[in-house]
Nanobody
Framework: QLPLVESGGGLVQPGGSLKLSCATSGIELDYYSIGWFRQASGKEREGVSCFGSLDEITYYPESVKGRFTFSKDNRKKMFYLQMDGLKPEDTGVYYC????????????????????????WGRGTQVTVAS
């Protein structure tokens, strides 16, 4: 398991913004699919933004499309999630993950059967959206 560390979570009011960061252990991001996932209390983990090594595109589910923006910095070996227009339903623990197998962006985010075998997960950072 590759160690990843998330940061940037916190408490924000509805409509607010947060930017999450994921620090990797110096891996070459071009060789990995990378993504952001979240898990709300009592719910399954879901992908919210993924970049696929197979198709080199970014996938967003409808629930966050237009509000969340994925980015990466290959030089710093970090990737990010800019979250704008936050809603209470965005509350949860946010995780970053990397996967070394060639994977499409959508598969990285939606195929729960891949989650347990991914090459690295962070420990998560809490995001709470409340007034």
């Amino acid at each position: 398991q590759l160690p990843l560390v998330e940061s940037g979570g916190g408490l924000v009011q509805p409509g607010g913004s947060l930017k999450l960061s994921c620090a990797t252990s110096g891996i070459e991001l071009d060789y990995y699919s990378i993504g952001w996932f979240r898990q709300a209390s009592g719910k399954e983990r879901e992908g919210v933004s993924c970049f696929g090594s197979l198709d080199e595109i970014t996938y967003y589910p409808e629930s966050v499309k237009g509000r969340f923006t994925f980015s990466k910095d290959n030089r710093k070996k970090m990737f990010y999630l800019q979250m704008d227009g936050l809603k209470p339903e965005d509350t949860g623990v946010y995780y970053c993950a990397v996967e070394g197998r060639l994977t499409s962006a959508q598969d990285m985010c939606v195929r729960a059967d891949l989650f347990s075998d991914m090459d690295g997960w962070g420990r998560g950072t809490q995001v709470t959206v409340a007034s």
